[in-house]
């Protein structure tokens, strides 16, 4: 009797505590960034709330179409190693899960890429048949990638001051997988700016230099252009 007793009265507890505990999630919330990691809202108010997982991919998706053009450019000029280092990294950010160490890598090559690209369209603005080929390969990818950028840079714009706090997580499972979304995406937000400036002054540059050599522009060039600052 007395052990019957004893399992009902701890029944009766663990419900209490199952019971209690719902109620306290139900009325705990948690502050600021800690607040978003949980699932929360802690964005500002008129910042917009995006993602990490989709400001990452759309971020991957502009970057590997401009890698891609940037290689063509490379073979351009007859710099076949570089190429092959920019299709390797254009492959690498496409992985499951890549993090922000990556990204990062990704942009520093993309943007020295685009320094020896300035140097070398300047000192040769006159292409060759085999030259033109590959600009001509290059052009769709990089309407794609400024296009793409174009986009996230707008999107990051709309986060307003705290985009901390304007990225949004997926509930309770970030505590164990979120840390590294959230790591790749806050590093989007701090580099999309800059970067974006020397991707679209390449990208201007390329589009000169082929239509000087009657290089055929693809049909959606010239609407990527719109809107660029000189």
């Not at 290059?138 to 707008?154: A, E, I, N, Y």
Request: no cysteine; glycine share 10%; aromatic share 4%.
């Amino acid at each position: 009797m007395k052990m019957t007793i004893g399992k009902l009265s701890l029944g009766i507890a663990s419900l209490v505590l199952v019971t209690g505990v719902g109620v306290a999630q139900a009325q705990f919330k948690l502050p600021g960034k800690l607040g978003g990691l949980m699932g929360g809202s802690s964005a500002p108010q008129g910042a917009e709330s995006v993602s990490n997982d989709a400001l990452v991919q759309s971020f991957v998706a502009s970057n590997a179409e401009i890698l891609t053009a940037q290689k063509f450019l490379s073979l351009a000029y007859d710099e076949k190693g570089k190429a092959a280092e920019l299709d390797a990294e254009a492959q690498a950010i496409q992985s499951p899960g890549v993090g922000a160490d990556e990204l990062k890598k990704a942009v520093e090559l993309s943007n020295k890429t685009n320094e020896e690209l300035a140097a070398k369209q300047a000192k040769k603005e006159q292409l060759s048949a085999e030259e033109k080929q590959y600009y001509v390969q290059s052009l769709p990818h990089f309407v794609k990638g400024v296009t793409g950028t174009r986009q996230l840079l707008d999107q990051v714009r709309k986060m307003g001051s705290n985009p901390e706090g304007a990225l949004t997580g997926g509930g309770m499972n970030m505590i164990s997988s979120g840390a590294g979304k959230m790591k790749a995406a806050m590093f989007v937000v701090k580099a999309t700016p800059s970067y974006s400036k020397s991707v679209f002054d390449t990208f201007r540059k390329t589009v000169s230099i082929g239509k000087s050599n009657n290089v055929k522009m693809p049909a959606d060039a010239t609407s990527a252009l719109t809107g660029l600052a000189p």
